[in-house]
């Protein structure tokens, strides 16, 4: 039972991992990304990091593979929400005539 659930946690959190492909599918279609966070997969990008680095120190390859995998996802997300970040233009200022 315990190797199953194993299994199930493994693929899961792949399949988590990969869900910010969906937020790059948005961003690239719309070829904008002026209103994606860039704080929320910031952290996460953090959070996996420390993951991966603690399933490196416990040998524990199911823990690492789907950590590796939400990096790269996420990492993918943040330099293609970087790539289609449109600046704002700047505020017009009414010339002032004498």
Known sequence: MSET???LATCWGVVMGLAPLLQVRIIVRA???TRTSLGWPLILLVG???WF???VVK???PLMASNAVSMSATTT???TALMYRRTAP???VA???L
């Open 77 to 79: 997300l943040l330099i």
């Open 95 to 97: 010339s002032q005539r």
């Open 5 to 7: 659930l194993a299994v």
């Open 53 to 55: 680095a603690y399933g």
């Open 48 to 50: 996996f990091v420390i």
């Open 90 to 92: 700047a505020p017009r």
């Open 59 to 61: 040998h524990n390859i």
């Open 31 to 33: 070829r904008d990304a």
